[in-house]
């Protein structure tokens, strides 16, 4: 049955608190997605908090004298470039969608 534009959902509208996680952003992002250098990375944290789709995430993975790793989470990155272009020692290339991350 096709729908009205009166029963759509309107998007955006969060029907239950605590649910904006389930919205997958990242299906808007359109050119391209940040890569992070875990060797030129100095876990200053500046990506993590100024993202904000929060998509940056700290993981639990020892990374030589680090305790943990930076993670991107492409389910809700948007590829706006901001961590990019604010990682202070240049350990985030925004690359093409494309390309296989390991
Ligand atoms: S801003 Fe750059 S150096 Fe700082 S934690 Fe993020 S990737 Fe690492
Ligand atoms: S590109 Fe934008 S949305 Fe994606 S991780 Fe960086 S700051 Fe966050």
Not at 6 to 25: C, D, H, L
Not at 41 to 48: A, G, Q
């Amino acid at each position: 049955m096709k729908l009205g534009w009166r029963e759509m959902p309107i998007a955006g509208v969060m029907f239950q608190p605590g649910s904006s996680a389930e919205y997958k952003t990242g299906d808007w992002r359109i050119e391209k997605k940040p890569l992070i250098d875990q060797e030129r990375c100095i876990r200053c944290m500046i990506c993590w908090l100024i993202c904000p789709d929060v998509a940056i995430e700290r993981v639990q993975k020892p990374y030589k004298n680090y305790q943990e790793s930076l993670k991107e989470d492409y389910y809700h990155c948007k590829g706006c470039g901001i961590c990019a272009a604010e990682c202070p020692v240049d350990a985030i290339e925004m690359v093409e969608e494309s390309r296989v991350v390991p």
